[in-house]
């Protein structure tokens, strides 16, 4: 069974960081793209970052510039690197595959207020 465990959010002021972390069970982790999602309130979830298995990354226009998004096989997680946060990067951060996609998991809320 799949399970994806998101960690690392909060509450932020504008212009903070976040450290994001998802941590993978139950596939081959290295052979998927991964990708972070974010659900503002009240709108559908969208992507945000991708990485794929060679490392190749990309983010949506939103995230270029201010997000890293990293990955460690050897501990089968996913990371997203968020700098310069705005009020407009909150929501719920959620990680699954960019390509085919399993059972979400609980999401890490992020909060960028003053």
């Known amino acids: 069974q799949v399970q994806l465990v998101e960690s690392g959010g909060g509450l932020v002021q504008p212009g903070g960081s976040l450290r994001l972390s998802c941590a993978a069970s139950?596939?081959?982790?290295?052979?998927?793209?991964m990708g972070w999602y974010r659900q503002a309130p009240g709108k559908q979830r969208e992507l945000v970052a991708t990485i794929s298995t060679g490392g190749r990354k990309n983010y949506a226009d939103s995230a270029k510039g201010r997000f890293t998004i990293s990955r460690d096989n050897t501990k089968n997680t996913v990371y997203l690197q968020m700098n310069s946060l705005k009020p407009e990067d909150t929501g719920v951060y959620y990680c699954?595959?960019?390509?085919?996609?399993?059972?979400w998991g609980q999401g890490t809320q992020v909060t960028v207020s003053s």
């Open positions: 139950g596939i081959i982790f290295s052979i998927y793209v």
């Open positions: 699954n595959g960019a390509e085919i996609t399993w059972n």
